[in-house]
């Protein structure tokens, strides 16, 4: 870990959770994840060297010079909850790497334990058959009994057999590996909108984290980005139910020329 996270900060932190972020189905990890950092105002902890990571596909051009290559950043930041409570370490990666997700986790969770962290949360997307106009259930899974016994007092949807795609879920199977409490928030999300991002989902499991986490966050401005994407998808479901229309149909007045021509 010493050579791959360079630290920036070394604070003294009180029992922090961890909560870590890659972009997912509806980017509802980042969504939460960055709305986080903006409102309790995270301070910058280290970051993970990502050419580790990563192998870079092409290079930018400016002004016909070319540029170094350019990686994805996985960063760690972190809170003092000054109301007595445990203290947050944020990790947002910016993407996923083709490969080595698994050694990525490790490093994540070495971090982990390099600050005793008591449990480390994940969020991502659960496709269901909601309508973009229902209000997202969130449901939670847990690396342990005892960590999924406390989930029920949150009124969460229960999960029987799931998967969880990419880094938001692997992360809590070497969580599981290690012996580290972890959880995963998953927002309900329309299996026919999986492709663009979905604050409804966000807010819905922002609102559950943020009593799991012990915090008080304004939701002001995550709720009017809800507001703002339900009137995108109406007007996108609309247009394309017009398309659907007229492609499956076909008007009377031509079926009568059609019968006339016989």
């Not at 922090?16 to 986080?36: D, K, Q, R, S």
């Not at 990563?54 to 930041?77: H, M, T, W, Y």
């Not at 029987?160 to 972890?182: H, M, Y």
């Amino acid at each position: 870990m010493k050579r791959l996270v360079k630290f920036r900060a070394y604070p003294r932190l009180d029992s922090p959770n961890m909560l870590a972020a890659w972009p997912g189905v509806g980017n509802v990890a980042t969504i939460v994840a960055a709305y986080l950092e903006k409102k309790l105002g995270f301070k910058e902890l280290g970051e993970i060297e990502a050419s580790h990571f990563f192998d870079p596909i092409g290079v930018l051009v400016k002004n016909s010079v070319v540029e170094a290559p350019q990686f994805p950043r996985s960063k760690f930041c972190y809170w003092k909850n000054k109301g007595g409570g445990s203290d947050i370490i944020l990790f947002i990666g910016e993407d996923q790497p083709v490969a080595k997700g698994y050694d990525l986790a490790h490093c994540v969770l070495d971090v982990c334990v390099k600050y005793q962290v008591s449990r480390v949360y994940t969020c991502a997307a659960a496709m269901t058959r909601i309508h973009h106009t229902e209000k997202p259930g969130v449901l939670g899974v847990a690396t342990s009994q005892q960590a999924a016994a406390d989930l029920k007092k949150y009124d969460l949807i229960s999960a029987s057999n799931l998967q969880i795609a990419g880094l938001n879920g692997l992360l809590l199977g070497v969580a599981k590996e290690r012996g580290i409490d972890g959880v995963c928030l998953l927002g309900e999300v329309p299996t026919y909108a999986t492709r663009i991002q979905n604050p409804m989902a966000a807010l819905a499991v922002l609102e559950v984290l943020a009593r799991m986490l012990g915090v008080e966050i304004d939701l002001d401005e995550l709720a009017q980005l809800v507001r703002e994407a339900r009137e995108r998808m109406k007007q996108v479901a609309s247009q394309a139910m017009g398309e659907y229309i007229d492609y499956f149909t076909e008007p009377i007045w031509e079926k009568e020329e059609e019968e006339e021509e016989e």
